[in-house]
């Protein structure tokens, strides 16, 4: 066996197996990585490492993904490019697709019904927690503190996300590069209409998610909450915190929930195209960047423009998790619920899954404890 055919197998077994394994969102992820790439199987050193880590933060899409992707390329050229993202992402995109199925046929049904009103509350605390440790690195200073509350607000009232994403990102690089006024522009969002079905509409909404989202994959809930829910009108609130609840609890990428949300609009075909489409940007994106990273990651420029695009980026997390709190804190129970959660996962370091499928536990309970079976 040639040295490129045994690099592509070494890719793609790393890969599947964290792929199916890989809880706890993209931080957990890349420290998987590290484990598995730089101290056992020596594949890079840390300082390699952390020079990909920089490339990820530079450009939109899931930054564990992307991370699979390059390493892929970086062991096994362009054919590990591909290798090393498809592996990550398969197992997940079977898991999801499995529990998709399983949700629209079975989601009547009050046991399920409830383990999915027991789960929702936990997953907003996972997400305040995940936005209290994000805010911390992204606002750094008063201009991207100034940025965040701007665009709190600017999100709450309905303007474009990739507007105000754009404008931070370039509002902050213009401050502190060429300490000039940053410009202030606001993108009014389109009033809200009923748009038919199709999977070419579906396909590109999801291609211009995976190319404009920085940051976490948290960041997901904004655009898919503006574009399928209050644009589109083909999700209701309470389908995608179920969408978002199934990404959480299942291993690998938190974009896999356009899976999920793809097979509630069209089955497997609608699956399929959502996943190609979310996904199909960052394969890009790498490919395009990988040669270029030493340049990338000392450019004051980038470094400024991502740090305004990070500020902004939990600034839509806040708001979205503000609305979707409302759909999901419905009565005492869920508010105990989410009050218990936020100190489990401040006060602990236990796995996310785990404290999902404990709300859902919980919200069974309630069911038979509380309002009889």
Request: with cysteine.
């Given at each position: 066996?040639?040295?490129?055919?045994?690099?592509?197998?070494?890719?793609?077994?790393?890969?599947?197996?964290?792929?199916?394994?890989?809880?706890?969102?993209?931080?957990?992820?890349?420290?998987?990585?590290?484990?598995?790439?730089?101290?056992?199987?020596?594949?890079?050193?840390?300082?390699?490492?952390?020079?990909?880590?920089?490339?990820?933060?530079?450009?939109?899409?899931?930054?564990?993904?992307?991370?699979?992707?390059?390493?892929?390329?970086?062991?096994?050229?362009?054919?590990?490019?591909?290798?090393?993202?498809?592996?990550?992402?398969?197992?997940?995109?079977?898991?999801?697709?499995?529990?998709?199925?399983?949700?629209?046929?079975?989601?009547?049904?009050?046991?399920?019904?409830?383990?999915?009103?027991?789960?929702?509350?936990?997953?907003?605390?996972?997400?305040?927690?995940?936005?209290?440790?994000?805010?911390?690195?992204?606002?750094?200073?008063?201009?991207?503190?100034?940025?965040?509350?701007?665009?709190?607000?600017?999100?709450?009232?309905?303007?474009?996300?990739?507007?105000?994403?754009?404008?931070?990102?370039?509002?902050?690089?213009?401050?502190?590069?060429?300490?000039?006024?940053?410009?202030?522009?606001?993108?009014?969002?389109?009033?809200?209409?009923?748009?038919?079905?199709?999977?070419?509409?579906?396909?590109?909404?999801?291609?211009?998610?995976?190319?404009?989202?920085?940051?976490?994959?948290?960041?997901?809930?904004?655009?898919?909450?503006?574009?399928?829910?209050?644009?589109?009108?083909?999700?209701?609130?309470?389908?995608?915190?179920?969408a978002v609840a199934v990404g959480q609890v299942t291993p690998g990428p938190v974009f896999t929930t356009a899976t999920f949300v793809g097979y509630l609009l069209a089955g497997l075909p609608g699956a399929l195209v959502a996943t190609v489409g979310i996904f199909l940007p960052a394969f890009v994106f790498v490919a395009a960047t990988h040669p270029f990273i030493p340049r990338?990651?000392?450019?004051?420029?980038?470094?400024?423009?991502?740090?305004?695009?990070?500020?902004?980026?939990?600034?839509?997390?806040?708001?979205?998790?503000?609305?979707?709190?409302?759909?999901?804190?419905?009565?005492?129970?869920?508010?105990?619920?989410?009050?218990?959660?936020?100190?489990?996962?401040?006060?602990?370091?236990?796995?996310?899954?785990?404290?999902?499928?404990?709300?859902?536990?919980?919200?069974?309970?309630?069911?038979?404890?509380?309002?009889?079976?």
């Amino acid at each position: 066996m040639d040295s490129g055919r045994a690099a592509l197998q070494e890719v793609a077994g790393l890969f599947l197996r964290l792929g199916a394994t890989a809880f706890g969102g993209p931080a957990v992820h890349i420290a998987m990585m590290r484990e598995e790439v730089v101290r056992r199987r020596r594949w890079m050193t840390d300082e390699e490492f952390l020079d990909l880590l920089g490339a990820t933060n530079l450009i939109p899409g899931p930054n564990s993904t992307e991370m699979a992707i390059h390493i892929g390329y970086r062991r096994a050229g362009p054919p590990g490019l591909l290798v090393g993202g498809a592996a990550f992402i398969l197992p997940a995109v079977v898991i999801v697709l499995g529990c998709a199925w399983a949700y629209v046929r079975y989601r009547s049904v009050p046991q399920v019904a409830f383990a999915l009103y027991g789960a929702k509350p936990v997953m907003i605390a996972l997400v305040v927690h995940a936005l209290w440790g994000l805010g911390r690195v992204a606002v750094r200073d008063v201009t991207t503190a100034m940025g965040t509350v701007a665009a709190f607000v600017l999100a709450l009232a309905g303007v474009n996300e990739v507007g105000l994403l754009l404008v931070g990102g370039l509002g902050v690089m213009v401050v502190r590069c060429l300490t000039l006024p940053a410009a202030v522009l606001v993108l009014s969002t389109p009033a809200a209409s009923l748009v038919p079905f199709s999977l070419g509409t579906l396909f590109w909404v999801f291609v211009k998610i995976g190319s404009v989202l920085f940051g976490s994959g948290y960041v997901l809930l904004a655009f898919l909450r503006a574009d399928l829910v209050e644009r589109l009108r083909w999700l209701s609130d309470q389908q995608l915190l179920d969408a978002v609840a199934v990404g959480q609890v299942t291993p690998g990428p938190v974009f896999t929930t356009a899976t999920f949300v793809g097979y509630l609009l069209a089955g497997l075909p609608g699956a399929l195209v959502a996943t190609v489409g979310i996904f199909l940007p960052a394969f890009v994106f790498v490919a395009a960047t990988h040669p270029f990273i030493p340049r990338l990651r000392r450019s004051p420029w980038a470094a400024a423009f991502l740090d305004g695009v990070n500020a902004v980026s939990c600034a839509l997390m806040a708001a979205v998790t503000w609305q979707l709190s409302k759909a999901s804190i419905v009565d005492l129970p869920t508010a105990v619920l989410a009050a218990l959660s936020l100190v489990l996962v401040f006060r602990t370091t236990l796995n996310p899954a785990l404290l999902l499928l404990a709300g859902a536990a919980a919200g069974v309970m309630v069911r038979v404890f509380v309002t009889g079976p």
